[in-house]
Each structure stands twice: as structure tokens, then as C-alpha cells.
């Protein structure tokens, strides 16, 4: 029977924990094997947001364990305890495989288990990761990052992603699929999948653009160029291009296209449009440009995300 050890104190998100607890802590009823002997640990009674848990061993019962979950870490902005982190550090070095959970990926970073290794977490604080542990491979477009003995999850739903493919991995498609019903999700997204989450347009501020990207946002069905919004602007293509790289972080055409993917998104989400009529809603033009923009860009076809979105 394989030990899954759940890693936590306090500062932890609840969600992240209860869908791992029901995830590894409730035998499938038509499975005929065994399943996953699972603890909570902690080095003492925690409270996880508005909970109290009382654990069922202290930290050192991750060295034990085959596999420990380290799920989100709530502040990212408070380091983890140091306890925690050595108690994580232990069970790699004892030969745990090592996952976290949403931002649960800070306590491996801080443990020294990401360095030299592609990671990612939630998409709102990837920048955050790359920017505190330089030696980390932070890829802020994937669902989840499988390393082998160390694996690293984005928010929320990937996080479910991610338990089922542990589930995959050690039981089987079959189980998996059968733990995905039960739970009511996709039985399957593949971790290399974008987060479904595209670049934000950025907050209202005092910036040059603030007032051009709200106009742009309203013509998406048209087919704008540089020069178009250098116009609207005010200012030469160049100067548009350096404000664009100090406020979005990219290019103006990469900035558009990212609005045009997430406004087809939305529609793919929340109507039965077919997709030639949402290439003409988002300036696509075509089906197939479409087709080939959102693969490129959220790492499954439109029908697909559909799919996985109604289901």
C-alpha cells in the first residue's frame, strides 16, 4: 500500500488540502486492490483559514511516507516555517516523491527541492517564484510540471490535475477515471496545457495605455494593426512598442492576440457560437487561423476546451 502524507501548518489553503484528502483519503468503491495509506501531518493542532485540524502525526512522518503533498501556501509573501521546510527537504533526501499544490510550490522552492528543475504554481504568483528563487525554471503556462520524484502544480483545478495524475501514475487510466467521476471533473488534462488563464489586462492606473487598451478591448473584431493603435495613441509604432513592453510585459501584436485567444475563451465558455463565427467575433478571420492561434496559444484545440469547460 503506498503512503501519501499531507504537509501541513498553518497559513494553508483549505481547498488545496481537502481535495487532496479526498483525492488519495477515499478508496474508489469498485477498486479490488489496495489504495493509498493516508496521514495528515503537522507539528502540532493547526488552523488552516476559519479550521482547526488536529493531526494524525507530527512532521517527521513525512520521511516515512512515499509520497508527500505540500498543498498551498496562503501568504507568499510570509516564508514558510522552517520546520516545514526541513521536514520536506527529509522525506526527498529519504526518497519521497514531493508534490505541491498551488502555491504549496514556495516550501519546495524554499527547501531547495526546485533548483535546477522546470516548476510552475498559480499564474498570479509565477512571477513572484522566478523572481525569489533565481534557480528555479518557473514556466507560468502549464497546468502542472512533472519532474519524476518532485512535482509542482498551477491553482486550484490543476491542482485536482495534478492528484489524478499521481492517481494515473500508480493505479492506472482506469482508476483515475473512475476517482474523476466520482468527483465530477475532467478525467484528464494533460499537464503540459496551458492554465486556461491568459495575460490580464493590467489594473486601472495612471499609465500611458490606460485609455488605449479599453478601446482596443472593444474592437476585437477588428482587424487592428500597430499602426492602428500608434494612431489612437498618440505616438510613433516605436514609442507604442516601449510603453507596451513597460506596462503588459510584451509586444503590442502579442498583447492583441492574447486579448482576442481570452475573448475566445469566453465565448467558447458561455455560448454555442461555432468557431468560424467566433474567428470573425475575436478578428480571427478564419476557423482555421483561430484553430491554430488557440492550440498554439492555450495548448488544446477550441473544441477541445469546450468540451472540457461544459463537461
Given at each position: ?47 488552516v ?67 535546477g ?19 528555479v ?13 518532485v ?17 494515473r501514475l ?28 491568459t ?23 477588428q ?5 492602428d ?9 516605436r ?45 480571427m ?27
Amino acid at each position: 500500500m503506498t503512503s501519501v502524507a499531507l504537509a501541513v501548518t498553518d497559513g494553508m489553503l483549505h481547498f488545496e488540502l481537502s481535495l487532496a484528502h479526498e483525492v488519495f483519503g477515499s478508496r474508489p468503491d469498485a477498486l479490488t486492490g489496495p489504495w493509498y495509506d493516508l496521514a495528515v501531518c503537522a507539528a502540532g493542532p493547526v488552523r488552516v483559514e476559519r479550521f482547526r485540524l488536529e493531526p494524525d502525526h507530527g512532521l517527521d512522518r513525512l520521511a516515512a511516507a512515499d509520497t508527500v503533498i505540500v498543498p498551498g501556501w496562503a501568504d507568499v509573501d510570509v516564508d514558510p516555517p522552517a520546520e516545514l521546510i526541513d521536514a520536506v527537504r527529509a522525506a526527498h533526501q529519504a526518497g519521497a516523491r514531493v508534490a505541491s499544490l498551488c502555491t504549496g510550490a514556495f516550501v519546495l522552492a524554499a527547501a531547495g527541492l526546485l533548483d535546477g528543475r522546470r516548476a510552475t504554481t498559480h499564474w498570479a504568483h509565477t512571477d513572484v517564484l522566478a523572481a525569489r528563487y533565481r534557480r528555479v525554471t518557473v514556466d507560468p503556462d502549464v497546468l502542472y510540471v512533472d519532474n519524476g520524484s518532485v512535482l509542482t502544480s498551477a491553482g486550484k483545478a490543476a491542482a485536482m490535475d495534478l492528484c489524478l495524475h499521481l492517481v494515473r501514475l500508480d493505479h492506472g487510466a482506469a482508476v483515475a477515471n473512475t476517482v474523476a467521476r466520482r468527483l465530477v471533473v475532467p478525467p484528464h488534462r494533460d499537464g503540459g496545457q496551458s492554465q486556461f488563464v491568459t495575460t490580464p489586462v493590467p489594473a486601472p492606473e495612471n499609465h500611458p495605455l490606460a485609455e488605449l487598451l479599453p478601446w482596443v478591448l472593444e474592437r476585437l473584431d477588428q482587424p487592428l494593426t500597430v499602426q492602428d493603435l500608434a494612431r489612437q495613441a498618440r505616438m510613433s509604432s516605436r514609442h507604442l512598442g516601449r510603453h507596451f513592453r513597460s506596462v503588459t510585459g510584451t509586444t503590442p501584436l502579442q498583447w492583441l492576440l492574447v486579448q482576442r485567444i481570452r475573448r475566445a475563451q469566453e465565448l467558447l465558455e458561455t455560448t454555442s457560437d461555432g468557431i468560424e463565427r467566433i474567428a470573425g467575433a475575436t478578428g480571427m478571420g478564419t476557423a482555421t487561423t483561430l484553430r491554430r492561434h488557440f492550440h498554439r496559444t492555450v495548448g488544446v484545440p477550441p473544441d477541445t476546451y469546450r468540451r472540457t469547460f461544459r463537461s
